[in-house]
């Protein structure tokens, strides 16, 4: 495979004005009609140049221009294009293919989930579907009929508004969609199949009623109500919010059991992983809840940033995704809590992302170059992404972005455009320059900030220097300061908020503010501060850096209780996790006994003694980080050593707070009780408390707390408490009522996919000796399958990403056992193949004996032949 370079960008030679599509489905083949209106580009040049469509797996069966039948001799073929040459500047190509959605276990271009036919085309997958100019910036107009068998596959949908259907001879039907919305060919769709829907009606700002329809299989059908309210409340929060009213009559979501990745915004035809649709109180997690709510709503909003308005060409894919997921992060938190969503989403962010800036595959938000875009479809272009944009909004205000995303919709309404262009809208609506600001979209790799402080009581002055650098990515060897708005407060002793004016200003403006670091060094001086105040920076995360400040322990506990900033409270706390497990990971790895600092227990004691805080909230207080964050935060990563510091410190704080842990369990788990569950915010808050304080109260081992568990296992009315309970006992030392749970929930679930994949994650993350050898057993296991992109991410992507110690066992088996999944998976399905290899990749953060074991197994896939461009691009970038 060769790399494609942003630089070489050119406009198309040719434009399809119209698509007219024609599929006849049967079960061991299906025929594909184009037709395709045709022009020469204006923009392109003169003269006529050959004409090179793409196409993939396709079997040529006739092709025509202008009507008149092509031979062989008329055209060239290869394994991905067809070149034919026009002979005058419009002109109508005819082809008909032969495709085998049937045998399609790469879930790209036209496939079978189960009984269902089902399209995902972007990013490159609909020449794999007939002979086209697969680019998003040539837009056509659709026109889309569907035959297939009645009985099997009495619904077919296609974009669009329905316009025609009939029935033929044989038993089969057919039906005619239209689009009336010029789109790129990734934003097609297809599918037919034996589905039920459920129905509602949204009447839009303007008054229009339109058709809302989600499509299940029938055992799915009462699990569709909260993807339908969640869908209403997107279409509501996108009027009164960005002013986008929706533009066809009809918005339709299906729900497939095979999907690669989330969801799929195809106009007016969103297709869904149904992990990503189906939800019920009894199935679903709080967690599920919050991620069907959140994906309905990245979908849906896609149909301005992303459709109406579309990418020129891949490079740009922050321009949709960035922006989408900041629009739908916001939405989540109008919805529930402002503060515990941008704390969920940073701890991602921090753990994930920064991981992936740190690695080999390091790129920017606008990458310039890769080989194979699936690969691109990464933390960096859609959260990093989020985050540039969550950083406009911050410099220009709500307002301002507000002025700056209507020009950028009213501007670009039905075209193909870039990063930069966005840019300019947000410049233009607000008169600001961010030229430099634009090194975000180019520049790869986390930002760090050292913040240094000097207090002046003769003059009482405070001056914070930051001194900004970015470490070296791959073909980045040197970064330009990047404009990194920090906000921030300063706090008196009592933990008031001082007022914040800056030297040369005449009167203070405001007690929280954003500073705009654009230099290698730089220094503030405030004035007007009788004491030496104590400093909250990066408020909200402000900005995705590193920074850091040498607070001392006692400094972080009065953060954590003082800081005005939501965010910042659980930041500090989490600050001070980090300097206490680090403590405790260099005396576990000096052999020494381990000691926890008290202060942790402190400080946690206060959050758990105040019930006036919001119980989300001291949920994620007493989260410690994560081993994931753990790892990613280390010089060089001792997995043993962080499994060991931090269960200890986990073991610690269960024996010294386990009365307010057990008060506060039992009062929420009686509250579960008599209530029905409810998918809002309070509910969510109060069963996550109730849960991290089980997961805490199960350390101490005592017979009433398992009692309590298994109490919460089998009587639960919702997989929220009933997979809580399940995970501790999984993790727990109490064999037989962890083998009896286990067995009752799979013979109760057996039949739901999902609540399976619960099962097997949950299996595959405990860090109990033996995880390789239950994973390896469970993929014997009847509800597991290779083929379904769920199922391998729940069990073998969970062991691999989740379990730090089973995975990177010192004998190397995981690796091992990694390399002969993604070995196998190449052949069936090269995008799941390629995102398994991840941990792999991040070879260099261990130590040099596990270095040489992980590169071993790289080595060994790159050496297996035959890779797809998808697993060769990752493998030999990891080992370059
Ligand atoms: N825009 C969608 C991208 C997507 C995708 C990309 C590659 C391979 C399979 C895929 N399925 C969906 C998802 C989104 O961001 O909304
Ligand atoms: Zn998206």
């Given amino acids: 495979p060769k790399m494609i370079y942003l630089k070489d960008y050119k406009v198309p030679d040719y434009l399809i004005d119209e698509t007219h599509l024609t599929f006849e489905l049967f079960e061991d083949h299906t025929l594909v009609h184009a037709q395709l209106v045709m022009r020469r580009n204006p923009e392109a040049g003169e003269g006529l140049p050959a004409l090179t469509l793409d196409g993939q797996e396709l079997e040529l069966l006739s092709i025509s221009l202008n009507d008149r039948e092509l031979s062989s001799a008329d055209y060239q073929l290869t394994d991905s294009h067809l070149t034919l040459q026009p002979d005058s500047a419009s002109f109508v190509i005819d082809s008909s293919v032969r495709i085998h959605p049937e045998t399609n276990t790469a879930l790209e271009g036209l496939y079978k989930s189960g009984s269902m036919f089902c399209t995902q085309c972007e990013a490159e997958g609909f020449r794999k579907i007939t002979?086209?100019?697969?680019?998003?910036?040539?837009?056509?107009?659709?026109?889309?009929?569907?035959?297939?068998?009645?009985?099997?596959?009495?619904?077919?949908?296609?974009?669009?508004?329905?316009?025609?259907?009939?029935?033929?001879?044989?038993?089969?039907?057919?039906?005619?969609?239209?689009?009336?919305?010029?789109?790129?060919?990734?934003?097609?769709?297809?599918?037919?199949?034996?589905?039920?829907?459920?129905?509602?009606?949204?009447?839009?700002?303007?008054?229009?009623?339109?058709?809302?329809?989600?499509?299940?299989?029938?055992?799915?059908?009462?699990?569709?109500?909260?993807?339908?309210?969640?869908?209403?409340?997107?279409?509501?929060?996108?009027?009164?919010?960005?002013?986008?009213?929706?533009?066809?009559?009809?918005?339709?979501?299906?729900?497939?059991?095979?999907?690669?990745?989330?969801?799929?915004?195809?106009?007016?035809?969103?297709?869904?992983?149904?992990s990503c649709v189906l939800a019920k109180a009894e199935t679903a997690t709080d967690a599920a809840h919050q991620r069907v709510e959140a994906v309905v709503a990245h979908e849906y909003f896609h149909n301005w940033s992303g459709n109406r308005v579309t990418c020129r060409d891949w490079f740009q894919l922050s321009l949709k995704e960035g922006f989408t997921v900041f629009r739908d992060a916001e939405f989540s938190a109008d919805m529930h809590s402002r503060t515990v969503k941008r704390i969920e989403d940073v701890a991602y962010l921090r753990t994930h992302q920064f991981a992936e800036d740190a690695g080999p595959m390091a790129h920017p938000v606008r990458p310039d170059a890769f080989m194979e875009i699936s690969?691109?479809?990464?933390?960096?272009?859609?959260?990093?992404?989020?985050?540039?944009?969550?950083?406009?909004?911050?410099?220009?205000?709500?307002?301002?972005?507000?002025?700056?995303?209507?020009?950028?919709?009213?501007?670009?309404?039905?075209?193909?455009?870039?990063?930069d262009d966005f840019i300019k809208a947000m410049e233009e609506a607000n008169g600001i320059d961010l030229t430099q600001f634009k090194r975000w979209y180019s520049q790869a790799g986390t930002p760090r900030v050292v913040v240094s402080e000097s207090y002046d009581a003769a003059a009482n002055s405070y001056r914070l220097k930051f001194q900004q650098s970015c470490p070296p990515t791959p073909g980045q060897a040197e970064k330009?300061?990047?404009?990194?708005?920090?906000?921030?407060?300063?706090?008196?002793?009592?933990?008031?908020?001082?007022?914040?004016?800056?030297?040369?200003?005449?009167?203070?403006?405001?007690?929280s503010r954003v500073l705009q670091l654009t230099e290698a060094e730089q220094t503030f001086t405030f004035v007007n501060l009788p004491e030496k105040p104590l400093p909250s920076l990066l408020r909200g995360f402000s900005a995705p850096v590193k920074l850091s400040f040498p607070y001392s322990r006692d400094q972080l506990m009065f953060l954590m209780q003082h800081d005005a900033d939501g965010f910042n409270r659980w930041e500090a706390g989490q600050q001070l996790s980090v300097q206490v497990l680090q403590d405790l990971i260099a005396q576990q790895q000096r052999g020494e006994q381990m000691v926890l600092d008290q202060r942790l227990v402190t400080a946690l004691r206060s959050v758990l003694e105040n019930d006036s805080l919001d119980?989300?909230?001291?949920?994620?207080?007493?989260?410690?980080?994560?081993?994931?964050?753990?790892?990613?935060?280390?010089?060089?990563a001792d997995v043993d050593a962080i499994h060991a510091a931090r269960e200890f410190a986990r073991e610690q704080l269960s024996a010294e707070l386990f009365d307010l842990l057990w008060q506060r369990y039992q009062r929420n788990r009686e509250l579960s009780r008599n209530s029905a569950y409810v998918a809002q915010a309070e509910h969510f808050a109060r069963r996550s408390l109730q849960n991290i304080a089980l997961s805490y109260l199960m350390l101490s081992g005592k017979p009433d707390v398992l009692a309590a568990c298994l109490e919460q296992f089998e009587k639960a009315d919702n997989m929220t408490e009933r997979l809580t309970a399940l995970a501790v006992l999984v993790n727990s030392p109490f064999e037989k009522e962890k083998a009896l749970a286990l067995e009752s929930f799979a013979d109760y679930f057996k039949d739901n996919p999902l609540v399976m994949d619960q099962w097997f994650s949950v299996q595959a993350a405990s860090a109990l000796p033996g995880a390789l050898q239950r994973v390896e057993q469970l993929m014997q296991h009847l509800a597991f399958t290779l083929k379904n992109p769920n199922k391998v991410r729940a069990l073998i992507g969970a062991f691999a990403g989740q379990n730090f110690v089973g995975f990177h066992a010192a004998d190397g088996s995981g690796y091992r056992f990694l390399a002969d999944q993604v070995i196998t998976l190449n052949g069936l399905n090269p995008q799941i193949a390629s995102r398994l290899l991840a941990p792999l990749t991040r070879w260099r953060k261990y130590d040099s004996a596990r270095q040489t074991l992980m590169k071993a197994q790289l080595q060994r896939i790159l050496d297996s032949g035959d890779l797809s461009s998808d697993v060769f691009e990752v493998v030999s970038k990891s080992l370059a």
Avoid at 487 to 499: N, S
């Fill in 375 to 419: 690969n691109f479809y990464t933390l960096t272009v859609y959260e990093k992404g989020s985050e540039v944009v969550r950083m406009i909004h911050t410099l220009v205000g709500a307002e301002g972005f507000r002025k700056g995303s209507d020009l950028y919709f009213e501007r670009h309404d039905g075209q193909a455009v870039t990063c």
């Fill in 131 to 274: 002979y086209y100019l697969d680019r998003p910036d040539v837009m056509s107009k659709f026109t889309t009929t569907v035959s297939a068998e009645q009985h099997h596959y009495p619904v077919l949908l296609s974009n669009g508004n329905p316009i025609a259907s009939g029935s033929e001879e044989g038993g089969r039907h057919w039906a005619t969609w239209e689009d009336p919305f010029k789109k790129p060919a990734y934003l097609f769709a297809l599918v037919a199949g034996d589905l039920w829907c459920v129905e509602d009606t949204f009447t839009t700002m303007s008054q229009r009623e339109v058709a809302l329809r989600i499509y299940v299989e029938p055992e799915n059908i009462d699990k569709c109500q909260h993807a339908m309210d969640s869908l209403k409340r997107s279409m509501k929060w996108d009027e009164e919010v960005y002013g986008r009213e929706y533009d066809l009559d009809i918005f339709m979501i299906v729900a497939v059991n095979d999907f690669n990745m989330g969801a799929m915004e195809n106009k007016g035809l969103n297709i869904f992983n149904s």
């Fill in 480 to 511: 330009l300061p990047f404009v990194i708005p920090v906000e921030l407060g300063l706090l008196d002793a009592q933990g008031r908020e001082m007022p914040l004016q800056l030297i040369g200003e005449d009167a203070p403006v405001g007690r």
């Fill in 615 to 636: 119980q989300a909230m001291v949920a994620e207080m007493l989260s410690l980080p994560g081993e994931g964050y753990l790892i990613e935060i280390s010089e060089v």
